[in-house]
C-alpha cells in the first residue's frame, strides 16, 4: 500500500474533532488531484518513468537534507513560474521541490540529481531567515545573498558528497545561458541590464572556475564599474562561499551550522554589499531615467533639449522611437492573435452558444491602449543618461520622489522575478517567512474558498459599528504617525553617531571573524607546509604527520542586551528628551550588527517598546515614538527600580545568548509605589543579588547632574551623564561592552 493510501486509512473523519487534522487530510487529497492530473498528459509507459525517477530523488533529497524531507512533487511551467521549478512551503510547514514533470522525463539524471542535492544542501546549511526584513528587501541585498550562497551550497554538498561535484559540469556549464535569457528580459522590461545582476552572476562563474582550478579571469565585456566591484570584492566572496561547516558539525549541531551561515552572511553584509550597493545605487538612478523617458516620450522637457547637443537629442529621439514601434508592432500581433481567436471562438460557438465577450478585438484590460515599452537604455552614452539624470535633479522634490520609488519598484520586481530562476532558491528567506507567516496569522487576501455569505442590507447596528471603527482606525493612524514621526526627527539628529559607532563595531566584529585555521590534526583539507616539512626533518611518516590544518568555527560570543529607561516624572523635559536620543542610537546600532536586544521603560509598571523577538520595525519605533509621553503621565509620580530591575533582570536571564547586559538608565533615587514597596524590591538588594548569580552584567547610568548615587547602587556605573554628551557616552559604554565584556 502507498504512503498516500495508508495515511488515508488511518484518519477517522467522522471521529476526529481536529480541524488540522482534517485540513491535512483536504491538502493531501488536493495535492493527489493535482499529480494525477499532470500525469494524465503523459502515456502510461512515460508515467512510469516519472514516477520511478520521482521516488529515487524524493529518497537522495532526504539523505542530503537530513532532518528536512523534501517531497519531490510534480509541477509543470506557469506564467509565474515559467520553468516549471520551484521550492515552496505548504501551510503546515512543510518544505517542498516542485520538478518539471517533463523533465524529469526528458532531463539526465544527473542533471536531476545536482539539482535535488543542491536543494537539500539548502535545507542542510543555508540560515537566512533571522536576516532583517528590511535590510534583505534593499533593491539586490537578496540577490547578492543567493549569488553567494548559492556556491557555499554548492561547495558544502560537493566537499562531502563527492559524486555531486562530478555532477556540477553538467547542470552548471548549460545553466549559464540563464544570465543571457536575463539579459534579455531586463532589456525588454527595465531598458537596461542592471549592473548588480551583471556583478551577481560574476560572482557565480568565478565561484566555478574556482571549483574547476582555473584562475580568475573576469568576463572581458563587463562594464567598468562593475568591474571594479568584483574584483574589490572576490576575494571576500570566495572566504565567504568556503565558509561552511563540515558533515560531522552539521550532523551534530544547529548551532554550529547558524554561525557559519551568520558568519557568511554577516561578510556578505559588511565587506561586500557596501561596495555592491553603489551598484545597485547606479541602477536606480538608470531606472529613475527610464521611468521619466518613459512619462516625457511623447513630449520631452525643453529645458532638457537645450542641455543636449545635437548628436544627443539624435539618439534619445531615435531610442524613443525604437520602443515606441515596437510597442505598436506588438499591439498589432496581439490585437491578430485575438482577432483569430474570435473568429475560431465564433466558429465553434454553434447554435445557441455564446462567446465570453472582452473587447473589440483586443484582449481584456487593454482598452485599445498601447502597451508602453522600455526606452533602450543601453544604446545611449554614459554622458547623455547623466545629462537626463542632472535634469531630474533639478524637479521639485516631489517628482522626484515619485520617479525613484517607481524605479526602485521595478527593479525590485525584476529582482524578484529573476531571484527565482537562479539555481538557488532560499526556501524560508525573510521576505517568503514573512508572506508565510503573514498567511498563518489569517491575514491572505488571497484566492480563498469560504463559505458564501447570504448578501444582505446592513442595520442601522452595523451603520453604527463600522463608522465608530473607522473613527477609531483614523484616531489610531494619526497616533501612529505622531508617534513615528517624533522617531524619525530624533533619529535624523543622532544619524551620524549611529553610522559612526555601527562602522567602528563592525570592524571589531570583522576582525574576530577572520576565518582562522588550526593545525595539529591527522586529516584536513589543508597542510601546514612548514609544519610537515619539520617532521620531515625529525623523521616522521606522511601516516602519522599531524601537519594537517582544519578550519575553526566562527568564535564570537553571541549577545543580548536589556535597556530599561526610568520614565518616572523627574526624567521630564530636556532629560528625557536627550535619554530618548541615547535610546535610539543604542536600539538602531543594535539592530544594524543583528544584536538581541529589548527596550523597557518603568515606573510604576513595566512597558514594553521592542522585545527580543520583534525586529526594529516601523510598529516598534512608532511605539517608542510615545516614550516621552509617560513621563507626564500619573503613574510618573513613582520609580519602582528594585522591582522593575528585578523584573527585568528575570527576562534577560531566560536569554541563551553568551553575553548577556542591563543597562538601567535613571536619574533619581527610588520612590516605590504601594504595590512594589516591600523588602524584595530593595534595590540595593536586587543589584547585589544579580551581580551575585552572575547570569548577566548590569550596568546604572546616571542620567544628568548630581546622580552620583548611581555608585551606591550599581558596581558597573557611570554617573552624572551629560544630557549634551548622553548619546555619546552610551555609544562609548556599548563599545566597551562588546570589546571588553570580560573584564566588566
Given at each position: 500500500m502507498s504512503k498516500e493510501s495508508s495515511e488515508f486509512k488511518n484518519v477517522d473523519i467522522q471521529k476526529s474533532s481536529e480541524p488540522e487534522a482534517?485540513?491535512?487530510?483536504?491538502?493531501?487529497?488536493?495535492?493527489?488531484?493535482?499529480?494525477?492530473?499532470?500525469?494524465?498528459?503523459?502515456?502510461?509507459?512515460?508515467?512510469?518513468?516519472?514516477?520511478?525517477?520521482?521516488?529515487?530523488?524524493?529518497?537522495?533529497?532526504?539523505?542530503?537534507?537530513?532532518?528536512?524531507?523534501?517531497?519531490?512533487?510534480?509541477?509543470?511551467?506557469?506564467?509565474?513560474?515559467?520553468?516549471?521549478?520551484?521550492?515552496?512551503?505548504?501551510?503546515?510547514?512543510?518544505?517542498?521541490?516542485?520538478?518539471?514533470?517533463?523533465?524529469?522525463?526528458?532531463?539526465?539524471?544527473?542533471?536531476?540529481?545536482?539539482?535535488?542535492?543542491?536543494?537539500?544542501?539548502?535545507?542542510?546549511?543555508?540560515?537566512?531567515?533571522?536576516?532583517?526584513?528590511?535590510?534583505?528587501?534593499?533593491?539586490?541585498?537578496?540577490?547578492?545573498?543567493?549569488?553567494?550562497?548559492?556556491?557555499?551550497?554548492?561547495?558544502f554538498v560537493a566537499d562531502n558528497y563527492p559524486i555531486f561535484a562530478e555532477q556540477m559540469k553538467t547542470a552548471y556549464e548549460p545553466d549559464f545561458d540563464l544570465e543571457e535569457q536575463a539579459k534579455v528580459k531586463a532589456e525588454d522590461k527595465l531598458g537596461f541590464t542592471p549592473l548588480f545582476m551583471q556583478a551577481g552572476f560574476e560572482y557565480i562563474k568565478q565561484w566555478y572556475r574556482q571549483r574547476q582550478n582555473q584562475p580568475v579571469e573576469l568576463t572581458a565585456d563587463l562594464p567598468p564599474e562593475v568591474k571594479e566591484v568584483v574584483e574589490k570584492t572576490l576575494e571576500i566572496a570566495s572566504r565567504s562561499w568556503w565558509l561552511y561547516p563540515s558533515k560531522q558539525e552539521a550532523d551534530e549541531s544547529e548551532d554550529l551550522i547558524k554561525r557559519y551561515a551568520d558568519a557568511s552572511y554577516r561578510l556578505n553584509r559588511d565587506l561586500i554589499w557596501p561596495e555592491f550597493k553603489k551598484l545597485v545605487e547606479q541602477d536606480v538612478k538608470d531606472q529613475r531615467t527610464e521611468e521619466f523617458l518613459k512619462e516625457s516620450a511623447s513630449s520631452l522637457p525643453q529645458e532638457l533639449k537645450d542641455k543636449l547637443t545635437p548628436e544627443e537629442a539624435e539618439?534619445?529621439?531615435?531610442?524613443?522611437?525604437?520602443?515606441?514601434?515596437?510597442?505598436?508592432?506588438?499591439?498589432?500581433?496581439?490585437?491578430?492573435?485575438?482577432?483569430?481567436?474570435?473568429?475560431?471562438?465564433?466558429?465553434?460557438?454553434?447554435?445557441?452558444?455564446?462567446?465570453?465577450?472582452?473587447?473589440?478585438?483586443?484582449?481584456?484590460?487593454?482598452?485599445?491602449?498601447?502597451?508602453?515599452k522600455a526606452i533602450p537604455l543601453g544604446s545611449l552614452s554614459r554622458e547623455l543618461r547623466n545629462k537626463i539624470g542632472e535634469y531630474i535633479d533639478s524637479l521639485p522634490q516631489e517628482e522626484r520622489d515619485k520617479l525613484e520609488e517607481k524605479a526602485k519598484k521595478a527593479l525590485g520586481d525584476f529582482e524578484e522575478e529573476i531571484g527565482e530562476e537562479i539555481a538557488g532558491k532560499l526556501a524560508d528567506d525573510p521576505q517568503k517567512k514573512a508572506t508565510r507567516e503573514k498567511e498563518e496569522n489569517g491575514d491572505d487576501t488571497g484566492d480563498q474558498t469560504l463559505p458564501t455569505e447570504v448578501s444582505r442590507e446592513p442595520s442601522p447596528e452595523d451603520l453604527k459599528r463600522e463608522k465608530d471603527l473607522q473613527n477609531l482606525r483614523g484616531k489610531l493612524e494619526k497616533i501612529f504617525e505622531r508617534d513615528q514621526g517624533a522617531y524619525e526627527q530624533a533619529r535624523r539628529e543622532v544619524m551620524p553617531i549611529i553610522n559612526r559607532l555601527t562602522d567602528e563595531l563592525r570592524d571589531i566584529f570583522r576582525e574576530r571573524r577572520k576565518v582562522k585555521h588550526e593545525a595539529g590534526h591527522k586529516t584536513g583539507p589543508k597542510?601546514?607546509?612548514?609544519?610537515?616539512?619539520?617532521?620531515?626533518?625529525?623523521?616522521?611518516?606522511?601516516?602519522?604527520?599531524?601537519?594537517?590544518?582544519?578550519?575553526?568555527?566562527?568564535?564570537?560570543?553571541?549577545?543580548?542586551?536589556?535597556?530599561?529607561?526610568?520614565?518616572?516624572?523627574?526624567?521630564?523635559?530636556?532629560?528625557?528628551?536627550?535619554?530618548?536620543?541615547?535610546?535610539?542610537?543604542?536600539?538602531?546600532?543594535?539592530?544594524?550588527?543583528?544584536?538581541?536586544?529589548?527596550?523597557l521603560g518603568f515606573n510604576d509598571r513595566i512597558y514594553e517598546y521592542k522585545s527580543f523577538k520583534e525586529r526594529l520595525s516601523a510598529e516598534a519605533r512608532s511605539k517608542m515614538g510615545s516614550m516621552s509621553l509617560e513621563v507626564d503621565s500619573d503613574r510618573a509620580l513613582?520609580?519602582?527600580?528594585?522591582?522593575?530591575?528585578?523584573?527585568?533582570?528575570?527576562?534577560?536571564?531566560?536569554?541563551?545568548?553568551?553575553?548577556?547586559?542591563?543597562?538601567?538608565?535613571?536619574?533619581?533615587?527610588?520612590?516605590?509605589?504601594?504595590?512594589?514597596?516591600?523588602?524584595?524590591?530593595?534595590?540595593?538588594?536586587?543589584?547585589?543579588d544579580i551581580e551575585k548569580g552572575g547570569e548577566h552584567k548590569i550596568i546604572g547610568l546616571g542620567i544628568g547632574p548630581n546622580t552620583h548615587h548611581v555608585a551606591r547602587y550599581y558596581h558597573h556605573n557611570i554617573a552624572n551623564v551629560d544630557l549634551d554628551e548622553m548619546a555619546n557616552r552610551l555609544g562609548r559604554l556599548l563599545k566597551e561592552m562588546i570589546v571588553d565584556y570580560d573584564k566588566f
Open positions: 482534517f485540513g491535512a487530510l483536504f491538502r493531501r487529497s488536493q495535492d493527489k488531484e493535482r499529480e494525477n492530473r499532470i500525469l494524465d498528459q503523459f502515456t502510461p509507459e512515460q508515467q512510469k518513468i516519472i514516477k520511478s525517477r520521482q521516488r529515487i530523488l524524493s529518497s537522495l533529497a532526504y539523505f542530503i537534507g537530513k532532518d528536512f524531507e523534501i517531497p519531490i512533487e510534480l509541477g509543470l511551467p506557469t506564467p509565474d513560474c515559467p520553468s516549471g521549478w520551484r521550492q515552496g512551503q505548504k501551510a503546515d510547514g512543510t518544505v517542498f521541490l516542485q520538478m518539471n514533470a517533463h523533465d524529469l522525463l526528458d532531463k539526465q539524471m544527473d542533471f536531476l540529481r545536482f539539482v535535488t542535492c543542491h536543494e537539500g544542501g539548502h535545507r542542510r546549511i543555508s540560515r537566512v531567515e533571522n536576516i532583517p526584513l528590511e535590510e534583505w528587501r534593499e533593491n539586490g541585498f537578496s540577490f547578492l545573498m543567493n549569488a553567494i550562497e548559492d556556491p557555499r551550497d554548492n561547495n539618439m534619445l529621439e531615435e531610442a524613443i522611437q525604437r520602443a515606441i514601434k515596437q510597442a505598436l508592432e506588438e499591439g498589432e500581433n496581439k490585437e491578430k492573435v485575438e482577432d483569430d481567436k474570435e473568429k475560431t471562438d465564433e466558429g465553434d460557438k454553434g447554435e445557441g452558444g455564446q462567446v465570453d465577450e472582452i473587447g473589440e478585438g483586443k484582449s481584456e484590460g487593454q482598452d485599445g491602449e498601447i502597451e508602453q597542510i601546514n607546509i612548514t609544519k610537515r616539512i619539520s617532521e620531515i626533518a625529525k623523521g616522521i611518516l606522511s601516516i602519522e604527520s599531524r601537519a594537517w590544518e582544519k578550519r575553526e568555527a566562527p568564535g564570537e560570543k553571541d549577545y543580548a542586551i536589556s535597556l530599561l529607561v526610568d520614565l518616572s516624572g523627574s526624567m521630564r523635559g530636556n532629560k528625557i528628551a536627550e535619554t530618548f536620543k541615547a535610546v535610539i542610537v543604542l536600539a538602531e546600532v543594535l539592530n544594524k550588527l543583528s544584536i538581541m536586544s529589548e527596550i513613582w520609580n519602582d527600580d528594585g522591582w522593575a530591575v528585578k523584573e527585568a533582570s528575570a527576562r534577560l536571564v531566560k536569554r541563551r545568548e553568551m553575553a548577556k547586559f542591563l543597562i538601567v538608565l535613571s536619574d533619581g533615587e527610588p520612590e516605590p509605589s504601594p504595590a512594589h514597596n516591600k523588602k524584595d524590591y530593595n534595590l540595593n538588594k536586587v543589584v547585589q
